[in-house]
Structures are given as structure tokens and as C-alpha cells.
């Protein structure tokens, strides 16, 4: 008997599905028990060291990122020099970090650039006890001279809620109130303070911000700090040690301290009031110090000076990308020295027995 070649088409047609068919059973079978056994694995009691299930969970996904510095076309400035500049101060560090001084940066230019990128700063400071009497200073003169026209978000830590003075904020830049409990010794508070960031990082800054800033709300701005303060990671030569020599540090120098640094070590000492940077790079600062701290006391030793002497011990071993001379961090205390140009944050002075809870 002879079939059509339409016969022979269909029945081929009938092989091929049936084939196919056994095929998709096939594979649907076994898909099954593969994905059977991966969710019985799943559900099982599987112990996990609680550090890393924290880890996994809290942490956050950052915004900073890098960018290249952009310059308008037709964008007229001031040609630059390798000539002439500063000579009476050290403008780069021995490892080519910059070192921002007066007359070291165009304002203008630098602005532009940065202004071109959408950033947002981040901005911490702690009121807590009655050193909530200082913030509307700090806040009012930092919207006249902090990062103006650029996003800013400040991040009040308080443990006064209530006395948080309203202050008008320009465009573009919020203020959050954060509560946080107060403390008999300010050592403690000062010693909380980098737990306290890398939180409020995890759970709300790392989503608003690319860079950040912390600074002392017993501070007041004076004059311009823009974007040439903006780094990876940033840190202020101390107003009282920029003309002292490693020696004269008051590092913490006892061995049994996480934040020990030897008498024959250290580049320059740096001041607690004012760190920063990509935001990513301050939550490792944070949490790296945060630890040692933590190991300090369970150890029942503090060191010299709190969290200011982790930070240098932190930034000995982990170099800042930019350093800010000392018109970022002067003290009021302090006479006006030639090299220092401009001021344009300071400490304010005060009576410290009527405002810390103990002395």
C-alpha cells in the first residue's frame, strides 16, 4: 500500500510531538525534584553564626559612587599654575593625598563641577544633653557657608527632641530628628557616636545621601566650605597639632588598647569634630571603630580620648584620600595664626562644667 506525501507528512509531524511531549514530562519530572530538594534544604535548621545573618541583613546598599570631573565648555576661569601658589604650607601629603588650604582650589570651578553631578551630603551632628543649646548656631551658619546650593540632609541625634530649634532651610536641603538616649558621662556619649552613625547609615543614609559629613554641634561655620571638600575619605588636621611633631600626639599610646599607635608612628593627628567622605567608606570608619571600642570595654580600658583616638588609629593604617588644613576645624581658643587664612568652622568656647553632665 502506498501513502500520500500527505500522509507521510502527518504521521512525521505525530513522531516529532510525541517526542517532543515525552521530552517536556521528562524534564518537568526531574525540575521538580531538583527544586524539591533545594527547598527542603532551605527549610532546614541550619545554624548561622549570628554576625553573619546580621551582616546579611542590614547591610546597605550604597549610593556613592565615583564620577568624572566634568568641566562646562566655554566655562572661563583662571589658568592654573605649577609655578606659583602656596609655599608657606605642605599642599599634598606623602601619599598624594591633597591638603585643601586657602588659594589651593578655585572655588568657582569647583563648585560647578560637583554642582553638575546631583549630589546629596549627608550631614551628622549630636545634641544630646545640653549641648542642644548650641544647634541653632551650628544650623543657621551652616546654611549660610555649608555646602551652598548643594543638597544637604542634617541628621540631628538628640536625646531632647523637643528643643530642636526650628531653623529655615534654603531649597533642596531637609533636617531629620533622630532620638537617642542620654548619658551621665559625655565619655560614653562621645564613645556612642560611631555606633550611632553606622545605624543610622544601615537604615536611612546609605538610601539619601553620597556623601557624608560628621561634624560637632558645638561648632560654627565663618566662611565658604564647598566641594573641594568632598573626597573618598576625608579627614581634618587638628587646630592644635598641625605644627607638632609625632611625639607630641596625644595618641592613645598604652598597648592594651585597640587604638594603641607607637610613639614612632603616625602622619599627622586628626580632630574627632570633623570626618567624612563617600558614604560607604565612613560606614566602614564607623563600624571598624564601633568594634574596637566595643573590645576596649569589654576589656574595661577607654582610650585617651575616646573615639577621636580610634579615628587616628583607623586613619594611620587606612590613609585619607583628602585632608582639610585646620580653617576646617580652628578652635576659638586659639589665636589666628598666619598660615590660616580663611576660618571656617570653629569650636566654640564654652564652659564645660556647665554643660557636660560630669567634668
Known amino acids: 500500500m502506498r501513502f500520500s506525501s500527505n500522509v507521510k507528512q502527518l504521521v512525521l509531524l505525530l513522531i516529532v510531538g510525541i517526542f517532543l511531549l515525552l521530552g517536556y514530562v521528562h524534564y518537568s519530572f526531574f525540575n521538580e525534584r531538583l527544586n524539591g530538594f533545594w527547598c527542603e534544604a532551605s527549610n532546614r535548621d541550619i545554624p548561622v553564626d549570628e554576625d553573619q545573618r546580621n551582616t546579611s541583613l542590614n547591610k546597605p546598599i550604597f549610593r556613592s559612587r565615583v564620577q568624572n570631573i566634568i568641566s562646562p565648555e566655554r566655562l572661563l576661569y583662571k589658568q592654573p599654575s605649577v609655578l606659583v601658589g602656596r609655599t608657606d604650607v605642605m599642599a599634598v601629603t606623602p601619599w598624594s593625598a591633597p591638603i585643601i588650604w586657602e588659594g589651593t582650589f578655585d572655588p568657582d570651578l569647583v563648585d560647578i563641577i560637583y554642582k553638575s553631578m546631583n549630589l546629596t551630603i549627608a550631614t551628622t551632628v549630636f545634641a544630646v544633653g545640653k ?6 548656631d551650628f544650623l543657621e551658619t551652616a546654611e549660610k557657608h555649608f555646602m551652598v546650593d548643594f543638597n544637604v540632609r542634617y541628621y540631628v541625634f538628640t536625646d531632647r527632641p523637643d528643643d530642636v530649634p526650628s531653623v529655615n532651610m ?5 533636617l531629620s530628628v533622630i532620638q537617642v538616649p542620654g548619658s551621665n558621662r559625655w565619655q560614653e556619649i562621645s564613645a556612642r557616636r560611631m555606633e550611632i552613625i553606622q545605624t543610622a547609615i544601615e537604615r536611612h543614609i546609605s538610601r539619601e545621601a553620597d556623601y557624608i559629613f560628621c561634624l560637632d554641634v558645638d561648632s560654627k561655620f565663618h566662611a565658604r566650605w564647598g566641594a573641594e571638600s568632598l573626597g573618598r575619605l576625608v579627614a581634618v588636621i587638628h587646630p592644635w597639632f598641625y605644627q607638632a611633631t609625632r611625639d607630641h600626639f596625644t595618641y592613645e599610646r598604652r598597648p592594651a588598647s585597640t587604638a594603641y599607635i607607637p610613639m614612632d608612628e603616625g602622619d599627622y593627628y586628626y580632630a574627632g569634630a570633623v570626618f567624612g567622605g563617600f558614604v560607604e567608606d565612613v560606614y566602614t570608619l564607623t563600624k571598624v571603630c564601633r568594634n574596637q571600642l566595643e573590645e576596649d570595654a569589654r576589656n574595661s580600658i577607654e582610650a585617651a580620648w575616646q573615639e577621636e583616638s580610634h ?7 587606612n590613609k585619607p584620600s583628602k585632608l582639610l588644613s585646620p580653617e576646617y576645624q580652628w578652635d576659638d581658643k586659639k589665636t589666628n595664626a598666619k598660615e590660616v587664612k580663611v576660618i571656617r568652622f570653629s569650636s566654640v568656647i564654652k564652659n564645660y562644667a556647665e554643660i557636660r553632665p560630669n567634668v
Open 170 to 174: 534654603s531649597q533642596g536641603r531637609h
Open 131 to 136: 549641648y542642644v543649646l548650641f544647634l541653632r
Open 311 to 317: 579615628l587616628n588609629r583607623y586613619l594611620l593604617y
